[in-house]
């Protein structure tokens, strides 16, 4: 095994089939998302990153939205699944704070504590999917049913 984080241990605590990918990250290079996908030769529909968002009028402040690299997350669609009023992008301090990683290497998976989770169903479209293994320079390949089931999120139209 190429790298282990705590992506990598939930998945192998899981069992969850996965293959790694890593590459050279450009310290330089603040476009986390494309770098891995032009690093990798890989569809950037396929390549998902990971957002931490802030939610308003909801028990839970919280949330992770999974997207494609090639679209945005679409807040109004996420609220609207998330049952909250409003929806935002969470700043960088708390979503590395709350997650335990650096923004550019935040994964769905293996995070410090677990926030509700949405995964585009543009995911379903694919045998299996690409999101980061927790660090810079590290993606994991695994089915969107096992990421799902690993994290408890849903499945929804996040992305425009």
Do not use: C
Request: hydrophobic fraction near 45%; avoid cysteine.
């Amino acid at each position: 095994m190429a790298a282990s984080t705590p992506a990598t241990v939930a998945l192998t605590r899981a069992r969850v089939a996965f293959e790694l990918h890593p590459y050279e990250h450009d310290p330089a290079n603040q476009h986390f998302g494309e770098e891995a996908v032009a690093a990798l030769g890989q569809d950037p529909h396929q390549v998902f990153k990971t957002l931490v968002v802030q939610l308003t009028g909801t028990r839970q402040p919280l949330a992770v939205a999974v997207v494609p690299v090639a679209r945005q997350l679409d807040l109004k669609a996420l609220a609207g699944v998330a049952g909250a009023k409003k929806a935002a992008l969470a700043p960088q301090e708390v979503a590395e704070r709350t997650t335990g990683y650096l923004v550019g290497g935040i994964s769905p998976l293996g995070q410090k504590k677990a926030l509700p989770t949405w995964l585009d169903a543009s995911a379903e479209g694919f045998e299996t999917i690409m999101v980061s293994g927790g660090r810079r320079g590290l993606q994991v390949e695994l089915a969107p049913g096992d990421l799902l089931r690993v994290v408890d999120g849903r499945m929804a139209p996040i992305a425009r």
